[in-house]
């Protein structure tokens, strides 16, 4: 399907720095169907794509055979691509042109060692890999400083532990509390939960001290479904839950927002906010703050259904539904009714679907829209409330991890579902 591009942009800031969230404003100027009396129509966004350039990757062995890269990151102060595979807890690190630097990391407990690693974070002369229990740090040359332990358990929201998924320059720690999804939804006789903070947390003199950065609106997020003998909590193909990303470096969190009294379709809302406080700006202070409009684009019923169809060749097929005596087609039919009733459905598309935040300082927001079989995704400079956004088309299979100034990063998974790593270069269209 071929979607209109996105409707010019035009934005009135209002300049702003250590304010609330309520007191920061920018006042969005014009919209699609401005009358045709304007003197002057702001310039569309930029448009750009990306062609092959760097390949990361052996089919047969070696460095280069990866396993699972739900994560990567690129160097801003020197280039260098680190890899990570969670379930091979591995971090490599190449050059862009595929030149193997350097290995770390095994499964295990000890000085070095990782347990399911998700995260890289660069500082000025060293990085760290966050794993599922401490963050551990090394020069950039890849020798092992200090590992650094997360909050005790006994820090807590409602008795529900904190995932904390970063740490700060000033020694604050980052997170949210974990619950399952049924507790969310109010599966055990308690109202569902509509949203969820996120936490800044430090350790003081008398204890721990957690400050709320800010309240994450996960209505819309999930949903529970029985398939067959399963239980399963599909996420909502729709949703216009908030979406939200952290910077370390900048001690910040960045929020994604399609939803509000202020927004219409096709709108959305980039909200930044402070997570550390430095004597001026506090925590939850917005630091950064633009709205942005595009071509709203309406939710039809054949898109729902392909959304369902795509949902349930996503579910394995029921498992021995016979030894129930039912029938595999009566049950997959159960679940299309079952998620049919389930799902939200908006009167338009969200206009974001996912958040990304690259190490360039970039943020990248996917659409909806789609031409032929590329994916559109803008690009926006954080701080720029003025510039219209760089809009680039992308292959749909390409999973996008990070972002240059120049480059696009991600993986390509081949016929024998090999993973690579991928630099598509930028550029822009004739």
Request: proline share 9%.
């Given at each position: 399907?071929?979607?209109?591009r996105?409707c010019?942009?035009?934005f009135?800031a209002?300049?702003r720095?250590?304010l609330?969230?309520l ?6 100027a014009?919209?699609?169907?401005d009358?045709p ?9 930029d ?9 990361i990757?052996?089919a ?15 160097n801003?102060g020197?280039?260098r ?7 091979d ?12 630097l350097f ?13 399911m690693?998700?995260?890289?974070h ?13 963050f551990?740090?090394?020069?950039n ?7 650094v332990p ?8 409602q008795?529900f532990p904190?995932?904390i998924?970063a ?6 720690f980052?997170?949210?509390?974990t ?5 969310e939804?109010?599966?055990h ?12 947390v ?6 721990w001290?957690?400050d709320?950065?800010y ?8 949903f529970?479904?029985?398939?067959g003998n ?14 939200y990303r952290l910077?370390?470096?900048a001690?910040?969190?960045l929020v994604?927002?399609v ?8 709108e959305?809302?980039l909200?930044e ?9 506090f925590?939850?202070?917005t630091?950064?703050h633009r709205?942005l409009a595009f071509?709203?684009?309406?939710l ?6 392909a959304?369902?169809d795509?949902?349930?060749?996503g ?6 539904p ?12 159960s679940?299309r009714?079952?998620i049919?009733?389930s ?14 935040m690259?190490s360039?300082g970039?943020?990248w ?10 994916n559109?995704w803008y690009?926006?400079e954080r ?9 680039v ?5 390409l999973v ?11 993986v390509w ?5 090999i ?6 270069r930028?550029?822009?269209?004739p």
């Amino acid at each position: 399907m071929t979607i209109r591009r996105a409707c010019p942009l035009q934005f009135v800031a209002v300049p702003r720095a250590g304010l609330s969230l309520l007191a920061g404003v920018l006042v969005l100027a014009a919209a699609c169907d401005d009358p045709p009396s304007r003197s002057a129509a702001p310039a569309p966004p930029d448009e750009w794509h990306s062609e092959p350039h760097h390949r990361i990757g052996d089919a047969l062995s070696g460095d280069a055979l990866f396993g699972i890269v739900p994560y990567l990151r690129v160097n801003p102060g020197d280039g260098r691509v680190f890899v990570l595979e969670a379930y091979d807890s591995r971090l490599s690190v190449w050059t862009p042109s595929g030149e193997h630097l350097f290995s770390l990391g095994r499964s295990g407990e000890g000085p070095g060692d990782f347990m399911m690693p998700y995260r890289v974070h660069f500082e000025d002369s060293r990085f760290y890999v966050r794993d599922q229990s401490r963050f551990t740090y090394f020069s950039n040359s890849g020798t092992l400083l200090e590992t650094v332990p997360g909050p005790p358990t006994s820090v807590s929201y409602q008795g529900f532990p904190l995932r904390i998924d970063a740490l700060t320059a000033d020694g604050s720690f980052l997170g949210r509390p974990t619950m399952g999804a049924h507790v969310e939804l109010g599966m055990h006789g308690h109202d569902p939960i509509d949203s969820l903070p996120v936490f800044s947390v430090r350790e003081s003199a008398g204890g721990w001290v957690r400050d709320v950065v800010y309240w994450h609106d996960i209505r819309t997020r999930d949903f529970a479904l029985y398939y067959g003998n399963w239980l399963t909590f599909p996420g909502q193909p729709f949703s216009v839950a908030d979406q939200y990303r952290l910077d370390p470096g900048a001690g910040t969190v960045l929020v994604a927002r399609v939803v509000g009294e202020h927004l219409g379709p096709g709108e959305a809302e980039l909200t930044e906010l402070s997570a550390v406080a430095d004597g001026v700006r506090f925590v939850g202070d917005t630091v950064w703050h633009r709205r942005l409009a595009f071509e709203p684009i309406p939710l039809t019923p054949a898109l729902v259904e392909a959304a369902i169809d795509r949902m349930l060749e996503g579910l394995a097929a029921p498992e021995d539904p016979e030894d129930e005596g039912e029938d595999p087609v009566a049950v997959r039919e159960s679940a299309r009714g079952d998620i049919r009733k389930s799902i939200h459905v908006p009167e338009h598309l969200p206009a974001v679907r996912r958040l990304s935040m690259a190490s360039s300082g970039q943020v990248w927001l996917l659409s909806h829209e789609t031409v032929d079989t590329l994916n559109v995704w803008y690009s926006v400079e954080r701080g720029d409330n003025e510039s219209p956004p760089r809009r680039v088309l992308l292959p749909d299979w390409l999973v996008l991890l990070d972002a240059t100034d120049t480059h696009v990063w991600g993986v390509w998974r081949d016929e024998l579902d090999i993973n690579y790593v991928v630099g598509r270069r930028l550029v822009p269209r004739p």
